[in-house]
Protein backbone atom coordinates (compact mmCIF):
# COMPACT_ATOMS: atom_id res chain seq x y z
CA UNK A 1 0.00 0.00 0.00
CA UNK A 2 1.33 3.22 -0.90
CA UNK A 3 -0.11 5.51 1.58
CA UNK A 4 0.42 5.00 5.71
CA UNK A 5 -2.77 5.36 8.16
CA UNK A 6 -5.00 7.91 8.07
CA UNK A 7 -5.62 10.44 10.74
CA UNK A 8 -8.19 12.39 11.61
CA UNK A 9 -8.74 16.04 11.13
CA UNK A 10 -12.42 17.09 11.58
CA UNK A 11 -15.84 16.37 11.60
CA UNK A 12 -19.21 18.49 11.16
CA UNK A 13 -22.44 17.53 9.75
CA UNK A 14 -22.07 13.67 9.99
CA UNK A 15 -18.93 14.78 7.38
CA UNK A 16 -15.72 13.62 8.42
CA UNK A 17 -12.07 15.20 7.17
CA UNK A 18 -9.09 12.68 7.15
CA UNK A 19 -5.51 12.54 5.66
CA UNK A 20 -2.56 10.36 4.74
CA UNK A 21 0.53 10.39 3.82
CA UNK A 22 2.02 8.85 0.58
CA UNK A 23 4.93 6.95 1.80
CA UNK A 24 5.76 5.61 -1.67
CA UNK A 25 5.10 5.95 -4.88
CA UNK A 26 2.32 3.63 -6.32
CA UNK A 27 2.98 0.87 -9.26
CA UNK A 28 0.77 1.66 -11.98
CA UNK A 29 2.69 -1.08 -14.36
CA UNK A 30 0.01 -4.07 -12.97
CA UNK A 31 0.46 -6.52 -15.81
CA UNK A 32 1.67 -6.66 -19.22
CA UNK A 33 -0.35 -9.24 -20.77
CA UNK A 34 -1.59 -7.28 -23.80
CA UNK A 35 0.70 -6.78 -26.41
CA UNK A 36 0.47 -6.20 -29.79
CA UNK A 37 2.75 -5.87 -32.95
CA UNK A 38 3.97 -2.77 -34.56
CA UNK A 39 5.73 -3.22 -37.48
CA UNK A 40 8.19 -5.99 -36.69
CA UNK A 41 8.35 -5.29 -32.85
CA UNK A 42 6.06 -7.25 -30.57
CA UNK A 43 5.19 -4.17 -27.73
CA UNK A 44 4.49 -4.79 -24.32
CA UNK A 45 1.15 -3.17 -22.40
CA UNK A 46 0.70 -1.87 -19.33
CA UNK A 47 -2.70 -1.62 -17.75
CA UNK A 48 -4.96 -0.29 -15.23
CA UNK A 49 -6.36 -3.93 -12.82
CA UNK A 50 -9.79 -1.85 -13.19
CA UNK A 51 -9.58 -1.36 -17.12
CA UNK A 52 -11.13 -3.49 -19.30
CA UNK A 53 -9.99 -7.75 -19.22
CA UNK A 54 -10.74 -8.14 -22.71
CA UNK A 55 -6.90 -8.23 -23.72
CA UNK A 56 -7.39 -6.10 -26.99
CA UNK A 57 -6.70 -2.52 -28.29
CA UNK A 58 -9.92 -0.88 -29.19
CA UNK A 59 -10.96 -0.48 -32.88
CA UNK A 60 -9.85 2.77 -33.54
CA UNK A 61 -6.48 2.81 -31.86
CA UNK A 62 -6.32 -0.62 -34.10
CA UNK A 63 -6.55 0.96 -36.95
CA UNK A 64 -4.01 3.68 -36.07
CA UNK A 65 -1.57 1.25 -35.04
CA UNK A 66 -2.09 -0.47 -38.37
CA UNK A 67 -1.51 2.17 -40.96
CA UNK A 68 1.44 3.55 -38.59
CA UNK A 69 3.43 0.07 -38.60
CA UNK A 70 4.49 1.37 -42.21
CA UNK A 71 4.61 3.87 -44.42
CA UNK A 72 5.94 7.19 -43.82
CA UNK A 73 7.96 7.50 -41.17
CA UNK A 74 7.42 11.53 -39.32
CA UNK A 75 10.08 13.26 -36.82
CA UNK A 76 7.88 14.64 -34.59
CA UNK A 77 4.03 13.31 -33.68
CA UNK A 78 1.43 14.01 -30.97
CA UNK A 79 -1.04 10.97 -29.89
CA UNK A 80 -4.10 12.43 -28.70
CA UNK A 81 -6.51 9.42 -27.11
CA UNK A 82 -4.90 5.98 -28.61
CA UNK A 83 -5.34 2.91 -26.39
CA UNK A 84 -2.43 3.27 -23.54
CA UNK A 85 -0.16 5.29 -25.53
CA UNK A 86 0.01 2.41 -28.74
CA UNK A 87 0.33 4.79 -32.14
CA UNK A 88 3.10 6.96 -30.39
CA UNK A 89 4.95 3.52 -29.02
CA UNK A 90 4.19 2.10 -32.54
CA UNK A 91 6.00 5.18 -34.18
CA UNK A 92 8.93 5.27 -31.76
CA UNK A 93 9.59 1.83 -32.13
CA UNK A 94 9.85 2.33 -36.06
CA UNK A 95 12.30 5.21 -35.46
CA UNK A 96 10.30 8.52 -34.72
CA UNK A 97 12.64 10.69 -32.96
CA UNK A 98 9.77 12.87 -30.65
CA UNK A 99 7.10 11.34 -29.76
CA UNK A 100 5.03 13.02 -27.17
CA UNK A 101 1.36 11.97 -26.17
CA UNK A 102 -1.93 14.62 -25.08
CA UNK A 103 -3.63 13.02 -21.91
CA UNK A 104 -5.71 13.97 -19.31
CA UNK A 105 -5.48 11.58 -15.97
CA UNK A 106 -2.56 10.98 -13.65
CA UNK A 107 -3.31 7.67 -13.85
CA UNK A 108 -3.33 7.29 -17.60
CA UNK A 109 -0.25 9.35 -18.24
CA UNK A 110 1.78 7.31 -15.83
CA UNK A 111 0.18 4.15 -17.80
CA UNK A 112 2.08 5.61 -20.82
CA UNK A 113 5.20 6.30 -19.48
CA UNK A 114 5.61 3.10 -17.72
CA UNK A 115 4.39 1.52 -21.40
CA UNK A 116 7.17 3.05 -22.81
CA UNK A 117 9.58 2.00 -20.36
CA UNK A 118 8.38 -1.79 -20.33
CA UNK A 119 9.41 -1.43 -24.43
CA UNK A 120 12.53 0.74 -23.99
CA UNK A 121 11.04 3.69 -25.63
CA UNK A 122 10.82 7.22 -24.77
CA UNK A 123 7.50 8.98 -25.20
CA UNK A 124 6.36 12.16 -24.02
CA UNK A 125 2.85 11.64 -21.99
CA UNK A 126 1.96 15.46 -21.25
CA UNK A 127 -1.43 16.82 -19.11
CA UNK A 128 -1.16 19.79 -21.76
CA UNK A 129 0.32 21.56 -24.51
CA UNK A 130 2.05 24.59 -24.56
CA UNK A 131 1.41 27.85 -27.26
CA UNK A 132 4.78 26.95 -28.59
CA UNK A 133 3.67 23.94 -29.84
CA UNK A 134 1.82 25.39 -32.67
CA UNK A 135 2.82 24.30 -35.85
CA UNK A 136 5.03 21.68 -34.52
CA UNK A 137 4.20 18.34 -35.32
CA UNK A 138 4.95 15.86 -38.87
CA UNK A 139 1.93 14.04 -37.51
CA UNK A 140 -1.09 14.77 -35.56
CA UNK A 141 -2.48 11.45 -34.41
CA UNK A 142 -6.75 11.20 -32.79
CA UNK A 143 -9.07 8.39 -31.51
CA UNK A 144 -12.20 9.77 -31.82
CA UNK A 145 -13.29 7.17 -29.61
CA UNK A 146 -11.41 7.54 -26.67
CA UNK A 147 -11.65 11.67 -26.32
CA UNK A 148 -14.09 11.11 -23.19
CA UNK A 149 -11.55 11.91 -20.57
CA UNK A 150 -10.57 15.20 -22.95
CA UNK A 151 -14.19 16.48 -22.95
CA UNK A 152 -14.40 14.86 -26.31
CA UNK A 153 -18.41 13.31 -25.47
CA UNK A 154 -19.16 17.19 -24.67
CA UNK A 155 -21.49 18.27 -27.89
CA UNK A 156 -19.06 19.91 -30.36
CA UNK A 157 -16.06 19.01 -28.37
CA UNK A 158 -14.29 16.91 -31.00
CA UNK A 159 -15.26 19.39 -33.55
CA UNK A 160 -13.00 21.99 -31.21
CA UNK A 161 -10.25 19.25 -30.42
CA UNK A 162 -9.94 18.84 -34.21
CA UNK A 163 -9.56 21.98 -34.94
CA UNK A 164 -7.48 22.76 -32.09
CA UNK A 165 -5.29 19.72 -33.44
CA UNK A 166 -4.77 21.22 -37.45
CA UNK A 167 -2.36 24.24 -35.38
CA UNK A 168 -0.12 21.78 -33.61
CA UNK A 169 0.70 20.81 -37.62
CA UNK A 170 3.58 21.94 -39.06
CA UNK A 171 3.25 23.40 -43.22
CA UNK A 172 2.97 19.73 -45.07
CA UNK A 173 2.32 17.77 -41.36
CA UNK A 174 -0.72 15.23 -41.92
CA UNK A 175 -3.78 14.52 -39.54
CA UNK A 176 -4.86 11.23 -39.11
CA UNK A 177 -8.11 11.01 -37.20
CA UNK A 178 -9.92 7.09 -36.28
CA UNK A 179 -13.58 6.89 -35.36
CA UNK A 180 -16.75 5.28 -35.18
CA UNK A 181 -19.32 5.54 -36.56
CA UNK A 182 -21.06 7.38 -33.73
CA UNK A 183 -18.08 10.32 -33.93
CA UNK A 184 -18.40 10.37 -37.65
CA UNK A 185 -15.24 11.26 -37.98
CA UNK A 186 -15.59 11.72 -42.35
CA UNK A 187 -18.12 14.51 -41.68
CA UNK A 188 -16.16 16.08 -38.98
CA UNK A 189 -12.85 16.43 -40.94
CA UNK A 190 -14.70 17.58 -43.93
CA UNK A 191 -16.25 20.23 -42.29
CA UNK A 192 -12.61 21.46 -41.32
CA UNK A 193 -11.56 21.38 -44.69
CA UNK A 194 -14.41 23.32 -46.18
CA UNK A 195 -14.46 26.47 -43.16
CA UNK A 196 -13.64 29.51 -44.20
CA UNK A 197 -9.61 30.34 -44.90
CA UNK A 198 -8.75 26.53 -44.55
CA UNK A 199 -4.99 24.89 -45.26
CA UNK A 200 -5.82 21.56 -45.28
CA UNK A 201 -6.04 19.60 -48.24
CA UNK A 202 -8.94 16.94 -49.64
CA UNK A 203 -9.84 14.06 -46.81
CA UNK A 204 -8.74 10.87 -47.80
CA UNK A 205 -10.50 7.78 -46.09
CA UNK A 206 -8.51 4.99 -46.51
CA UNK A 207 -9.51 2.26 -43.98
CA UNK A 208 -12.10 0.93 -42.21
CA UNK A 209 -12.75 -2.05 -40.02
CA UNK A 210 -15.45 -2.93 -37.77
CA UNK A 211 -17.23 0.21 -37.59
CA UNK A 212 -14.26 2.01 -37.37
CA UNK A 213 -12.95 4.84 -40.02
CA UNK A 214 -9.24 5.94 -40.78
CA UNK A 215 -9.10 9.31 -42.44
CA UNK A 216 -6.44 11.72 -43.03
CA UNK A 217 -6.17 15.56 -43.98
CA UNK A 218 -2.57 17.55 -44.89
CA UNK A 219 -1.61 20.67 -44.13
CA UNK A 220 -0.74 22.57 -47.11
CA UNK A 221 2.96 23.85 -47.47
CA UNK A 222 3.84 26.79 -46.52
CA UNK A 223 4.07 28.39 -50.05
CA UNK A 224 0.57 26.74 -50.94
CA UNK A 225 -1.36 28.75 -48.47
CA UNK A 226 -3.90 30.75 -49.66
Given at each position: ??????????SA??????????????????????????G??T?R?C?????????????????????L?????????????????????T?????C??CD?????????????????????????????????????????????????????????A?????????L????????????????????????????G???????????????????L?????????
Amino acid sequence: MAAGSARKLDSARKCTLFAATMEHKPEMCVSTELSFTAGERTLRLCRHPFSDPGGQLDGATQLLVEALSGGELPGTMLDIGSALGAAALTLNARGCRECDYLGASAVELALVDANARVNGLKVHARAGLLPGFKGRYDLVCVNLAGLEALGGRARGAAARILGAATDLLRPGGRLLAAASRYENGPRLLGGLCSAPGSRLGELETFASSGGFTLSALRMAEADDRP
